[in-house]
């Protein structure tokens, strides 16, 4: 797997729009999923990992019981991918990871903690085609039909609907990246979507790994973090435009008004 250090401000937005361009189109149209984290020791874990124990048995048991609590009328379908979608987006520990579109929204993740400032940060860039060449015929023959590069959860609940189903689908380890519905302005602000493996324990960077050319780390050094962060909120990249509420505008204002020191 890749990993590159940048410099610079100039050199980390060279790193992160590199490959953009698309000859059959003659656009620059990135087909690169990121993901910001504010410690560039932190692995792709998903949030069903970090419970611990036997996360792997207790998966089903999450998903049945928030099913069972939750309001019917909160997914727009009865269906695996959108109570996952839900789940997730609601704080429920799920296989699930999330990602966005933007290069500018990783950037604000890997510097949004200011506690974390004096530690590297990390993005991470993923070619979603390039890993959906590895599919299954099944899925694969679904994104073509569609002419599509990602999944939505209506696709995907055409070809698996269950957790079992998905397990079972290929020989191999898979990973795949869908897009969830639109469930408030947090998801389309975020410009965020999602990758789910078929194998729960298994950590997204361990099957990167295997698969070379799909992926890359960039490191930013902590030295560069203020630079980047004040960029960032002058170009309104910041807690108050991506968590739309009080919530987003009271942690955009506490970030903002504190001490660099």
């Given at each position: 797997?890749?990993?590159?250090?940048?410099?610079?401000?100039?050199?980390?937005?060279?790193?992160?729009?590199?490959?953009?361009?698309?000859?059959?189109?003659?656009?620059?149209?990135?087909?690169?999923?990121?993901?910001?984290?504010?410690?560039?020791?932190?692995?792709?874990?998903?949030?069903?990992?970090?419970?611990?124990?036997?996360?792997?048995?207790?998966?089903?048991?999450?998903l049945?019981?928030?099913?069972?609590?939750?309001?019917?009328?909160?997914?727009?379908?009865?269906?695996?991918?959108?109570?996952?979608?839900?789940?997730?987006?609601?704080?429920?520990?799920?296989?699930?990871?999330?990602?966005?579109?933007?290069?500018?929204?990783?950037?604000?993740?890997?510097t949004?903690?200011i506690?974390?400032?004096?530690?590297?940060?990390?993005?991470?860039?993923?070619n979603?085609?390039?890993?959906?060449?590895?599919?299954?015929?099944?899925?694969?023959?679904?994104?073509?039909?569609?002419?599509?590069?990602?999944?939505?959860?209506g696709?995907?609940?055409?070809?698996?609907?269950?957790l079992?189903?998905?397990?079972?689908?290929?020989?191999?380890?898979?990973?795949?990246?869908?897009?969830?519905?639109?469930?408030?302005?947090?998801i389309?602000?975020?410009?965020?979507?999602?990758?789910?493996?078929?194998?729960?324990?298994?950590?997204?960077?361990?099957?990167?790994?295997?698969?070379?050319?799909?992926?890359?780390?960039?490191?930013?050094?902590?030295?560069?973090?203020?630079?980047?962060?004040?960029?960032?909120?002058?170009?309104?990249?910041?807690?108050?435009?991506?968590?739309?509420?009080?919530?987003?505008?009271?942690?955009?204002?506490?970030?903002?008004?504190?001490?660099?020191?």
């Amino acid at each position: 797997m890749e990993t590159l250090r940048i410099n610079s401000w100039d050199e980390l937005l060279n790193e992160l729009f590199a490959d953009s361009w698309n000859e059959d189109i003659r656009r620059f149209r990135s087909r690169f999923a990121f993901r910001g984290l504010s410690d560039s020791s932190y692995r792709l874990d998903t949030t069903l990992m970090r419970l611990g124990g036997q996360y792997v048995e207790l998966e089903r048991h999450l998903l049945r019981n928030f099913k069972k609590y939750a309001h019917r009328n909160i997914v727009e379908r009865d269906s695996l991918w959108h109570w996952l979608s839900v789940a997730q987006h609601y704080g429920l520990p799920t296989r699930l990871l999330d990602w966005t579109y933007s290069p500018f929204i990783a950037m604000h993740f890997a510097t949004s903690n200011i506690e974390k400032f004096n530690i590297d940060g990390v993005i991470w860039a993923v070619n979603y085609v390039k890993a959906h060449e590895l599919l299954p015929q099944t899925l694969k023959k679904r994104l073509a039909d569609e002419g599509a590069n990602v999944m939505t959860v209506g696709m995907l609940s055409e070809v698996v609907n269950s957790l079992s189903e998905f397990d079972a689908l290929a020989n191999d380890k898979l990973t795949i990246f869908f897009e969830p519905p639109s469930i408030d302005d947090r998801i389309v602000n975020q410009h965020a979507f999602c990758s789910v493996m078929s194998d729960p324990s298994m950590a997204l960077e361990s099957w990167l790994e295997n698969q070379p050319g799909i992926s890359r780390r960039i490191i930013i050094p902590a030295a560069l973090k203020w630079e980047i962060r004040d960029k960032l909120d002058q170009a309104n990249v910041n807690e108050r435009v991506l968590f739309p509420g009080l919530d987003g505008l009271s942690r955009w204002l506490k970030r903002h008004y504190s001490p660099s020191t």
